[in-house]
């Protein structure tokens, strides 16, 4: 492998799981697990890992006698079976032989005890009575198979997309859900007929069998769906009053719309509940951070909702209500809702009085202790300025601003909205971005570290911070602190991604400029002396432009000269100029020769 390669990847640590299947499998010898295909499959797919496999299956002896079925004709109750690969406990001679079937297919697997029932540590336990120490024929009909979405880890509830929906956000507690529903028993026998109206509730009031709420908070909108159920999350509901008897059913689910409720404070007094939907993703296209806000709203009291004590489309000429968030210009409960809203959103809110105007400048019309209700439309926002691209001066009369708005919520007594304010105003991340353009990337650093000691997980802070040690060479703690942004925020990934293959490429470069500066290193054996060459500025190299890195005595005595004191840490004493920024990369190259001394003069 020449020098300029970077290094082959490290093999992939195998999971859990994987070891022990591995490990499992050993138990596999020749002619223990036979197969025939009796009727052959259509396509040439087969399944795999996180695949649901439904299938019918008979258990014989040598002999031909029946010992156990799923189908009826053979005593069974025409269930099928279920599994899902790599999640479900079954016999290693299923682990094994699943896998290679088609769907349609008709297979006989001739099993040794060892590979069934009598296998060591067998996951599954056979039925009373059952010959598990004797050679037997299993046949199986492999009926379908496909990607499952593992909703509970008991596998009681799993799911198949028959369609895939729009966008990505699934109802959830207290969502209200409007679906068309159908449903059959295990053995396809109808329990639940097609209606022509929807199915119409309110998720987490038990208006419908929990697994299927289950299912259902999986899916997005116009998504089609089969929900398999086991009896354990068949919960009576006014959808099904009638379960008793059912050991499993599958839901035929269209989610045709939901509904966004959110409970905001977690218990039941300040409810958003979203009646026009909004453009874009949410939460992605939410005012979450301050912005400026346009809004209309109508409030009126809770208890008397033609009681409007304000209007913006007449109390304000027809003009929306613009404010700034953060800065406590409007009520607390109005302001955390309106940043859960997508732009051209309109919602109702019901808020108490605590989180409306008891703590805030209250209309004549409305009494102390009075519950509201707004009804609320997010017209558009503004994000704040972007300082990467202002002047100094801008900058400080941006923070001025800022500061200022902080005096104000504090006499206020808003105090977490002041300090927020604060935070912002003291412009440690611009300093940092201001040092690293500059190359002072150890001041960067240090910028960044105050904002990361009063918040260790700020995503920002940890990226400039992440660049700032990546230009002035320090790659390992680069590579912590990308990798930490997407521990602690899951949409920092794609920015975290992309500067760890920078990162890469920083490296690569890097060690091959050190491998040029010290190439006289490599073309001589261990132990022999060999100059480093350093290159001019016409592109030559000079010799005797450092002192000679050895494992033997000047002398040529052939002895390894010990390790003094001063040697232990040679490796760590800072370099300047390029040697500093090529100076970890030469590091390894020395260390990986087992070279322990090299002075750069």
Known sequence: MSHDDPPPAPAKKKSPAEEAAEKRREKL???????????SGRGDATPADGDQVILHCTIRTMEGIVVNSTRREHGGKGIPLRFVLGKSKMILGFAEGFPTMLKGEIAMFKMEP?????????????????PKDDELQFEVEMLDFFKAKVVTEDLGVVKKIVDEGKGWETPREPYEVTARITARTADGKEILPSKEVPYFFTLGKSEAPKGLEMGIGTMARKEKATIYVTSTYLTESSVMPQLEGLEEVHFEVELVQFTQVRDMLG?????????VDGSGEFPMDCPLHDSLLRVHYKGMLLDEPKSVFYDTQIDNDGEPLEFCSGEGLVPEGFEMCVRLMLPGEKSIVTCPPDFAYDKFPRPVNVPEGAHVRWEIELLGFEVPKDWTGLTFKEIMEEADKIKNTGNRLFKEGKFEL???????????????ACYQKMGEYRKSIEACNKVLDANPVHVKALYRRGMSYMLGGDFDDAKNDFEKMVTVDKSSEPDATAALVKLKQKEQEIEKKARKQFKGLFDKKPGEISEVGMESK???????SGEAVTSRDRDGSG????????????????????IGRIWPSARRIFSSLGLNRCTIL
């Open 29 to 39: 010898t020749p002619g223990s697990l036979m197969k025939a295909v009796i009727r």
């Open 114 to 130: 060892k590979i069934h029932y009598a296998e060591d540590d067998c996951p599954v336990t056979p039925p009373d009575g059952f």
């Open 267 to 275: 218990d039941g007094r300040l409810i958003k509940r979203r009646v």
């Open 418 to 432: 002041a300090k927020a304010k604060y935070e912002k105003s003291s412009l440690h991340l611009n300093v940092a």
């Open 538 to 544: 016409n592109g030559g190299d000079t010799a005797g």
């Open 559 to 578: 002895k390894s000269s010990p390790p003094s004191a001063e040697s232990d840490h040679a490796f760590d004493e800072e370099k300047p100029g390029l």
